[in-house]
T-cell receptor
Framework: DGGITQSPKYLFRKEGQNVTLSCEQN?????MYWYRQDPGQGLRLIYY???????QKGDIAEGYSVSREKKESFPLTVTSAQKNPTAFYLC???????????????FGPGTRLTVL | AQTVTQSQPEMSVQEAETVTLSCTYD???????LFWYKQPPSRQMILVIR??????QNATENRFSVNFQKAAKSFSLKISDSQLGDTAMYFC????????????FGTGTRLTIIP
């Protein structure tokens, strides 16, 4: 089955720890994205990557880091510098047509991160 | 910067009835894309429908259709013959045709279908 997987489904972190959220896709999509969802709010973009070995900051990148070493994988690290990391994190991917990625973004099932 | 507004935090409707969810947006661009996503209790974001701004014809997907009013910057979602499985949060989203292709989301409408 083609799709986007995220792991783990639930993650607990102690204050001061870094944690890494996994996102893998087998859709052969070029672009991948990380969004954060807080209660009562829509999703906000953290980081995105249009090609391997390249990524850009989104609207709320502070306290987060990413890598894109493989087309299929786009892990997100939540560092201790992120002051309020408790949230629901969603990964998405899309194919690219021409020079701009105007294709639809498809989402993974998400990871719920809780800071203890 | 683009903004998306969903002014109905919660709605409820009887099963089999029709319901319309509202969305307005603000942009200075002429070409862009609009989406409705559904987020059921599982929290998986599922694409419902997509509209390209340069197309005048309203998009339709089975029981779901949109009323796209470009001049008014309005993009409402109509669900016909509503079913219990339609119970979910619904998010309206905007995507520019230029730049980083991010989705800008509204705050969502929680829709409950009553049996």
């Amino acid at each position: 089955d083609g799709g986007i997987t995220q792991s783990p489904k639930y993650l607990f972190r102690k204050e001061g720890q870094n944690v890494t959220l996994s996102c893998e896709q087998n859709l052969n999509h070029d672009a991948m994205y990380w969004y954060r969802q807080d209660p009562g709010q829509g999703l906000r973009l953290i980081y995105y990557s249009q090609i391997v070995n390249d990524f850009q900051k989104g609207d709320i990148a502070e306290g987060y880091s990413v890598s894109r070493e493989k087309k299929e994988s786009f892990p997100l690290t939540v560092t201790s510098a992120q002051k309020n990391p408790t949230a629901f994190y969603l990964c998405a991917s899309s194919s690219r047509e021409g020079r701009t990625s105007t294709d639809t973004q498809y989402f993974g099932p998400g990871t719920r991160l809780t800071v203890l | 910067a683009q903004t998306v507004t969903q002014s109905q935090p919660e709605m409820s409707v009887q099963e089999a009835e029709t319901v319309t969810l509202s969305c307005t947006y603000d942009t200075s661009e002429s070409n862009y894309y609009l989406f409705w996503y559904k987020q059921p209790p599982s929290r998986q974001m599922i694409l419902v429908i997509r509209q390209e701004a340069y197309k005048q014809q309203n998009a339709t997907e089975n029981r779901f259709s949109v009323n796209f009013q470009k001049a008014a910057k309005s993009f409402s979602l109509k669900i016909s013959d509503s079913q219990l499985g339609d119970t979910a949060m619904y998010f309206c989203a905007y995507q520019s045709n230029f730049g980083n292709e991010k989705l800008t989301f509204g705050t969502g409408t929680r829709l409950t279908i009553i049996p």
